[in-house]
């Protein structure tokens, strides 16, 4: 990273970057408009993470646009939540999906890994959040506290503490801590608001799944970088938890370009057999900047935030992951997520002055 740059006038670049993926009806892309690979679409997940900066920031006319544009969608959808409370879904499609046209608000309807209730989870604890942090009430409508309550009462419905779903990845499924514990952090934030009636024991049987999980993502994962989600942004691990997730990530998944998802990732693996040559993600390095920057931890903060500065293309672009052991990133630039993260970790590091 080059020495004495000004961190606010990168910030300032990065947030154009990621503002310019930001459709008119307030849904943000997960990448640039013009990439082949599906990337145009937009994710409920990839917008929680996309407006985060606008939120730390104070940018409430994008965050009030993009809320409002993911509160539409559960409208135009709430006859499927309906039903989705009255019977438990049987099949991938009578799941709230995951990603949605960033103009018309429809549904994809390719076979997709539509269980992911970490989207869910990740939508309530920002609606939560924004009232009680910041006192900005995306919920005055009643129709919108209707929807919020039938997304409570859908959780409930899916036993969302022991459902099997796609997670982060939108892979394989079974029980993920990094799923239960955004449902687990979402619905503490909504429960605080007192706009809607969640059951204390709806929380706790997620709080007593991650007790049992921890510090593994899953029964077939013990280590996997979503679980850093559970320390930013949903912060509700313990210091103990906090510390095993840090130390396991990084010493298995930390790479010079990126932090791979989890050991024999398939995806954009560059060994045919699925095995050594994982993508190295972009934005892993700079959630883990981030959260030693909020942890004082002035030497891995800098070390972590310096090795993201060097994901950064000749475009300025923050792009999704690097092939193993490469300078070659794939098409997916700039990724939101990893630009929402890139300037969250320098933000962090900046409201510390520590020096660069």
Known sequence: ???????????????????????????????????????DKAWLRDNFYECLPFVLLGRWDIVQKTYTALLKILHKYEWKIDHAIAQKPRAKHEYIHARYHPDTFSEFWEDWGNKQNDAIGSILFMLGHLYNRYNVNLLQSADNIRIVQKLVNYLETLEYWHDQDSGVWEESEEVHASSVGACVAGLKEIQATKLVIINNQLIDKGLATLRELLPRESGRKFVDMALLSLIYPYNIVSDSQKNQILENIEYYLVREKGVIRYKNDYYYNKNTDGFSQEAEWCF?????????????????ARHYLETAFDTINDKGEVPELYYSNSDEHNTNSPLGWSESMFILAVHAYQLKHYPL
């Open 1 to 39: 990273m080059p020495r004495k740059i000004d961190l606010s006038q990168l910030i300032e670049q990065h947030l154009r970057t990621l503002e310019a993926l930001q459709a008119p009806s307030g849904l943000f892309r997960a990448s640039a408009q013009q990439v082949d690979t599906g990337y």
């Open 284 to 300: 892993g390095l700079s959630w883990l900047a981030l959260i030693y920057s909020q942890a004082e931890n002035k030497d891995k």
